[in-house]
């Protein structure tokens, strides 16, 4: 079993902001592959189910952002699985919009949701980082992170989950190369 989390805020009001894309890949994950239904367990929302032959625990922490770890680091203990079994789904301010890349371990870059998992579990889970774009200002960055997606990125947004979720049975093989390539040809514009 493999436990995927998506980091975001709990609420409607957060939906759509940029901080929120890990649940948007959750919800994408969830409805495509028909997993089941959402049960609380963890301190956040819970579905089961299967991406390829790959058992699938999608987790959205229902703890605010900066405190994720907690939840994650429920799931992995109830399940008593190690860290290498995690893939978390996260917005990047240094990727470029709507760009996505993968790898295990690395630096925090400012993330309140990774820094809490890295206090609870360390450093080397692996990171789908979706790029959001840095809005050019160091001052402007909250305000870019907890805003929604504008009018016209939503036919990007919608076209970038879908290729996630076209291309999730790479992820859940473990073939982390394949994944960003054959996204990255669904994504050329």
Same mark, same amino acid.
Do not use: Q
């Given at each position: 079993m493999q436990i995927w989390t998506g980091l975001g805020n709990p609420g409607p009001q957060y939906a759509l902001h940029r901080h929120n894309v890990g649940f948007m890949v959750c919800d994408l994950l969830?409805?495509? &592959?028909?997993? /089941?239904p959402v049960q609380k367990k963890f301190s956040g929302w819970v579905q089961e189910g299967r991406i390829g032959n790959q058992k699938i625990l999608l987790l959205k922490p229902a703890t605010y952002m900066n405190e994720s770890g907690r939840s994650v680091s429920e799931a992995l203990r109830f399940y008593k699985l190690d860290v290498d079994t995690l893939t978390v789904f996260h917005d990047e301010l240094d990727l470029a919009p709507f760009k996505v890349k993968v790898r295990t371990g690395g630096g925090l870059a400012g993330?309140?949701?990774?820094?809490?998992?890295?206090q609870h579990l360390g450093p080397d889970f692996r990171r789908v980082r979706i790029g959001? /774009?840095?809005?050019?200002?160091?001052? #402007?960055?909250? /305000?870019?992170?907890? /805003?929604? &997606?504008a009018k016209s990125e939503m036919d990007d947004l919608a076209d970038m989950l879908a290729?996630?979720?076209?291309?999730?049975?790479?992820?859940? #093989?473990?073939?982390?190369? #394949?994944?960003?390539?054959?996204?990255?040809l669904r994504l050329q514009d």
């Open positions: 969830a409805e495509m &592959y028909d997993f /089941g993330h309140n949701g990774l820094r809490s998992i890295n959001i /774009g840095h809005p050019g200002d160091k001052e #402007r960055v909250t /305000g870019h992170v907890l /805003g929604n &997606y290729a996630i979720g076209a291309e999730a049975e790479w992820l859940a #093989r473990g073939d982390d190369a #394949r994944f960003m390539s054959e996204l990255a």
